[in-house]
């Protein structure tokens, strides 16, 4: 190949990653809590700018001289694809692919032009860019359903959790029905002592019964992938987020806390909702320490994610809920008597007309 040739492939495709990185990492820095991210994609920036300024001076005028913008016929064309962007998740994939190329195309030219200490450089820059993709599109994933999430509980502030305990009178399809109806939307799938196989065929039941509805399982994150659930909940004594963050797919992550030290450090750890409870006594759970009001409302106020709150909640307390902060209220036990979850199901389109 002639060597001007290479040099202006080698000179396009520096300013192709450099534009590219930067492109997804504006992309990634606006997202909620994407500070790892930001900081994974500007890293990559960095390191890609001081190859370029290394090569620039040490290539000097015979790279500047083999720009020829003028000749370049990739300035004048550009594909329908190029011309629109849906999202933020297309103008990211697009970016990051642009930089995935430029970086291989730069490894490659490198090795032409003879710079050994390039195209191994160049290659590990390519494999970051791709676990960067990676990372950042589950990211917009799950970021792209706390919007769902807060869009059904604004609607319909009142998560249902079917468990044992408030299907003795009526058949978990009756439970969740009388809640669909009634508009709500958000339904955790619980079943603390059954087997996996029964929670998997609950949730799928729940899921192809009210299609629309956002399923959430307790605990099981593998049941919850196999259900191809909207998200999982976790605790304290469940799998650890850190570990989670690698086999939670496109789910949505709910974590239990009781005080704002530990819903901020789930939420830097990658969960995406808070469940705060217990708020009030509870028969639902033995043993339960009461969090109360000031815990919905100090964490409300701490963490940037929605907080649900649950434990003891009634028609009696509901609006006391919501006002502390809560952006919801998960209920078991207020919904077990289907008159009693009718009143409250009428208390709660009241005071969200």
């Known amino acids: 190949m002639e060597k001007t040739r290479a040099l202006q492939i080698l000179e396009a495709n520096l300013n192709r990653l450099r534009e590219g990185i930067r492109v997804a990492e504006d992309v990634i820095r606006y997202s909620p809590g994407s500070v790892k991210l930001y900081a994974r994609a500007k890293g990559l920036r960095l390191v890609s700018g001081k190859l370029e300024k290394e090569l620039r001076e040490q290539l000097g005028r015979e790279l500047i001289r083999a720009r020829r913008l003028e000749l370049d016929p990739g300035k004048e064309t550009a594909s329908a694809e190029e011309m629109s962007r849906t999202g933020e998740s297309a103008l990211l994939s697009a970016n990051l692919k642009r930089a995935q190329e430029a970086a291989r195309t730069l490894e490659e030219i490198s090795k032409v032009l003879n710079l050994r200490a390039y195209p191994q450089q160049y290659k590990k820059i390519r494999f970051a860019l791709y676990a960067l993709e990676a990372s950042a599109q589950a990211h917009l994933t799950a970021q792209f359903r706390v919007r769902e999430l807060r869009d059904a509980l604004s609607r319909f502030p009142l998560n249902l959790v079917i468990d044992e305990l408030n299907t003795k009178l009526q058949s978990p399809m009756q439970l969740a029905a009388r809640y669909h109806r009634a508009g709500g939307r958000v339904i955790q799938v619980r079943y603390k002592n059954m087997p996996a196989a ?156």
Do not use: M, W
């Open 198 to 353: 029964v929670l998997l065929k609950a949730a799928q039941s729940v899921a192809a019964r009210f299609p629309e509805a956002l399923v959430i399982v307790n605990d099981r994150v593998d049941v919850a992938r196999a259900a191809n659930a909207f998200g999982v909940h976790v605790g304290p004594q469940d799998i650890p987020l850190a570990k989670l963050s690698t086999l939670r797919g496109d789910l949505l992550v709910g974590y239990s806390a009781r005080t704002t030290d530990t819903a901020l450090r789930a939420v830097e750890a990658g969960a995406d909702y808070i469940g705060v409870g217990a708020v009030f006594p509870t028969d639902s759970k033995s043993r339960v320490r009461v969090a109360g009001l000031d815990a919905v409302r100090n964490i409300a106020k701490a963490v940037d994610a929605p907080v649900i709150a649950i434990g003891g909640i009634t028609a009696a307390n509901f609006a006391s809920v919501i006002k502390a902060g809560a952006a919801a209220c998960a209920v078991i036990s207020a919904v077990a008597d289907p008159k009693e979850a009718e009143e409250l199901y009428a208390l709660v389109k009241k005071l969200t007309r």
